[in-house]
């Protein structure tokens, strides 16, 4: 028998996983999202951009890679290691909610010189930095089960979550029509997350322990990771961090909800990557495949379906943002086409990124993240200087990230990762998709003078169409094969 078998079944059964709670998450984000919009006003959603990017970014500032070093290294089963890897995620998350709270005045300063608004950020900051905390109390079962690709219950954990979410964040926002009830929400649901890490996966129960030569692992394999993050943080959340110093809150706002809606590509392609790839990639080099080979074949339709949603993104956003939102939001569908190129050439990057990983190079990766920040950087200088609007600022993200992609692109080619040709012609299809459904949706009368509802319905079938040829390859196989059991 062979032995890569279980690893692939796994890896096919872990993406069929993903994706199916990737899109019953997304239904329910976008439900919340859309109820929101009505219920609450456009600067609630640029406070909670900015809480949520203070957040991350100190959750990303004080990554070392515990969970990657659980998912890599051969002692990634034993009670020594894995208590060390809980035990270290305890003291960061107290330390990350003792940052947020010290954080709270300085922000609020700077923003509220702006924006009088973000007064609110006094309060706010405190109160989600709870979460990280609350997160830091997780099972290390959780990080077991991605180290073997165990994600039926993984993907139920994330799902009820995020149930539970939307139904508190709904009522809590008609109940007190404030951007309190958004953090609130997060809270409670953390907390839910947390218990659910204990009660729904197996292993080990954990204890306050730090082994020496576990935590010299850990370490020597995170202190690159630590890098990496904190220039991903940056290449991810730099936008609004700046532009909320820039433009209105209430602009800002707008461009969030755009730039929330891109990241939609990023989420499920990251998901597949931490979750199934990077893992799978580790089983397989222990078994004697090369990196180039396991890439190659996890590679192809991953960009599929990161250039099928991009495109859908471009091309049905006009319609959806009619159908969904009401017209403070409306100019948010230029931001989203624009943001959803970027997101493309974010993904390519992620790609890679999961391979330098799996080679132990997370240098590379943070030398791709430090590319697209510098040049957001610079890029930043002439939209300043002669006042550009957020128009102007998405098509700089955009270029940015595609400044990222080519840097990992290069670095890739070190390693024997060399795609261009391929990535050119699906770059190829997806302008020739994009362009197409944007001339059908504005063009041509007899979709362009339809419903809004329906024409995204029939612009998102028109998409699909184009795609199912390549789509249909790619499922076929999935769907041939046995699922291993989760």
């Given at each position: 028998?062979?032995?890569?078998?279980?690893?692939?079944?796994?890896?096919?059964?872990?993406?069929?996983?993903?994706?199916?709670?990737?899109?019953?998450?997304?239904?329910?984000?976008?439900?919340?999202?859309?109820?929101?919009?009505?219920?609450?006003?456009?600067?609630?959603?640029?406070?909670m951009a900015i809480v949520s990017a203070v957040m991350q970014g100190l959750a990303m500032f004080s990554d070392v890679g515990l969970r990657p070093s659980v998912i890599r290294s051969e002692r990634g089963d034993e009670p020594d290691f894995l208590n060390t890897v809980w035990t270290f995620q305890v003291?960061?998350?107290?330390?990350?909610?003792?940052?947020?709270?010290?954080?709270?005045?300085?922000?609020?300063?700077?923003?509220?010189?702006?924006?009088?608004?973000?007064?609110?950020?006094?309060?706010?900051?405190?109160?989600v930095g709870l979460t990280a905390f609350i997160d830091g109390l997780q099972s290390s079962r959780i990080m077991t089960a991605a180290r073997y690709m165990q994600l039926k219950r993984v993907t139920a954990i994330e799902f009820i979550t995020q149930l539970v979410n939307a139904i508190i964040i709904i009522s809590l926002a008609w109940y007190m029509r404030s951007v309190y009830a958004l953090a609130i929400a997060g809270v409670l649901s953390c907390c839910l997350r947390t218990a659910l890490t204990y009660f729904l996966l197996d292993g080990i129960r954990n204890r306050l322990f730090i082994e020496p030569a576990a935590a010299r692992t850990i370490f020597s394999f995170g202190k690159?990771?630590?890098?990496?993050?904190?220039?991903?943080?940056?290449?991810?959340?730099?936008?609004?961090?700046?532009?909320?110093?820039?433009?209105?809150?209430a602009e800002v706002g707008v461009y969030s909800i755009a730039a929330g809606l891109a990241m939609m590509v990023g989420i499920l392609i990251g998901a597949l990557q931490g979750s199934v790839v990077f893992p799978w990639y580790s089983r397989m080099m222990e078994e004697g495949m090369s990196l180039a080979d396991a890439f190659k074949q996890a590679r192809a339709p991953v960009i599929l379906i990161c250039t099928y949603m991009t495109a859908l993104l471009v091309v049905c956003a006009q319609s959806f943002f009619e159908v969904a939102y009401d017209d403070r939001y409306i100019r948010a569908a230029t931001y989203l086409q624009i943001l959803s190129v970027g997101a493309w050439f974010a993904c390519l990057d992620t790609m890679y990124g999961a391979a330098f990983l799996a080679a132990g190079r997370s240098k590379w990766a943070?030398?791709?993240s430090a590319t697209k920040v510098l040049v957001f950087l610079l890029?930043?200088?002439?939209?300043?200087?002669?006042?550009?609007?957020?128009?102007?600022?998405?098509?700089?993200?955009?270029?940015?990230?595609?400044?990222?992609?080519?840097?990992?692109?290069?670095l890739g080619w070190q390693m024997g990762l060399r795609n261009v040709r391929h990535d050119l012609g699906m770059l190829g299809i997806l302008a020739v998709a994009s362009l197409a459904g944007l001339f059908l949706g504005s063009s041509v009368p007899l979709i362009a003078d339809l419903h809004p509802a329906v024409r995204l319905v029939v612009l998102g079938a028109f998409v699909t169409l184009l795609f199912a040829p390549f789509l249909i390859r790619v499922a076929l196989p999935l769907l041939r094969s046995r699922v291993a059991p989760s």
């Open positions: 028998m062979d032995k890569k078998l279980p690893q692939r079944e796994s890896a096919r059964s872990g993406s069929m996983w993903i994706g199916g709670g990737y899109v019953l998450g997304q239904i329910l984000r976008l439900a919340v999202n859309v109820a929101l919009a009505a219920i609450l006003f456009e600067e609630a959603f640029a406070l003291i960061r998350g107290i330390l990350l909610t003792l940052m947020a709270a010290l954080l709270a005045w300085p922000l609020t300063v700077i923003y509220a010189a702006n924006d009088p608004m973000a007064y609110q950020l006094m309060w706010l900051i405190p109160l690159w990771i630590f890098v990496s993050t904190v220039l991903t943080f940056l290449a991810i959340q730099l936008d609004r961090l700046v532009f909320a110093g820039l433009y209105s809150l943070a030398i791709a890029l930043l200088v002439p939209l300043v200087l002669f006042g550009w609007g957020l128009v102007a600022a998405a098509v700089m993200v955009a270029v940015s990230e595609l400044a990222r992609a080519a840097m990992g692109q290069y």
